[in-house]
């Protein structure tokens, strides 16, 4: 049998390559929780379908995934500010993860439908290396209650689920209704990455290899459906963002032209009131005298 008509009868599986060094799991009614730690020589191969939308937080020791989801190719970059993944349930993931010796990574397989059929949640697109601040706070939260033997780790794990699902329906946009994108351009979930990129240090210098790793494409498709996307190259989109923040930092704080400058990426004060009055109509000085901050 063709292994394309295989894999699209394969309601389930889960083939991980390395060694599993240590595990521990705990059930509640919406969650099952593994925590997990794996070593190995190389890159670990990955074969994964299940019937719960899978949170992945890769903890230590991942750096990049080299996926094909549904047969699509996808290429993240894993860091600290952005080491978490959602697979939604039935999506087969195959691929690999660049480990170091050593990786720690948990996965919480969460049940989307308890709570689908009262609201409007969607989680039926992937989420590939995004950030939370929620999730990387609670999720510790989470694993200390899993260890206290008192019995109320299935009320705490059930509520944990229900903030978890609406951070990430909002992080992906699914809790409306799902909007087309224009051909060739990027996904809203791949674009928002970028922009969160930018934003966490707006002020350092940006390459398109790095934007296109966030965004998990090459740098050439990545050219062409940013402007597709946003009407804009990357450098005046990125310009646009630092303008924005200027406004705010002349709004409210009492910083001087040159540090409010470089907080914001220009080079020095003469090229920052130059980009600002071009992009405003007027000088950063006459902005902030306007400005009711």
């Known amino acids: 049998m063709n292994t394309d008509i295989e894999a699209r009868h394969e309601t389930s599986c ?19 929780v593994e925590i997990l730690r794996r070593r190995s020589a190389g890159p670990i191969a990955w074969r994964f379908r299940q019937q719960r939308a899978a949170l992945f937080w890769f903890r230590r020791g991942v750096s990049s995934l080299n996926l094909r989801l549904d047969g699509a190719p996808v290429r993240a970059r894993v860091d600290e500010g952005s080491n978490f993944a959602l ?18 990574y948990t996965v919480v397989f969460l049940d989307v439908q308890a709570v689908a059929e009262s609201t409007r949640l969607r989680l039926d697109r992937p989420l590939i290396a995004f950030r939370s601040a929620h999730l990387q706070n609670s ?13 109320l780790y299935g009320l705490f794990a059930d509520g944990w689920a229900m903030q978890a699902l609406a951070v990430l329906a909002r ?36 390459t398109v290899q790095a934007l296109a790793e966030v965004a998990g494409v090459s740098p050439r498709h990545f050219l062409r459906a940013f402007q597709q996307s946003t009407g804009s190259t990357p450098l005046r989109f990125i310009q646009k963002l630092r303008i924005e923040k200027a ?8 910083a001087s032209a040159t540090e409010i400058a470089l907080d914001c990426g220009f080079s020095h004060a003469q090229h920052f009131s130059t980009a600002f009055k071009k992009a405003t109509g007027e000088t950063p000085s006459s902005y902030r005298r306007r400005s009711p901050g």
């Open 14 to 32: 889960r083939e991980v390559g390395g060694e599993l060094v240590s595990g521990f799991n705990i059930d509640s009614s919406m969650t099952h």
């Open 87 to 104: 697979f939604p349930a039935s999506m087969l993931v195959e691929g690999e993860f660049e480990v170091a010796r050593h990786c720690d």
């Open 139 to 151: 999720l510790p939260l989470l694993f200390r209650e899993a260890n206290v033997a008192d019995g």
């Open 171 to 206: 992080i992906g946009g699914g809790d409306a209704p799902v909007e087309p994108v224009r051909r060739g351009g990027l996904a809203a979930a791949s674009l928002d990455r970028v922009v969160d990129f930018v934003n966490a240090d707006i002020a350092r210098p940006f």
């Open 247 to 254: 406004k705010e930092l002349l709004s409210r704080a009492q």
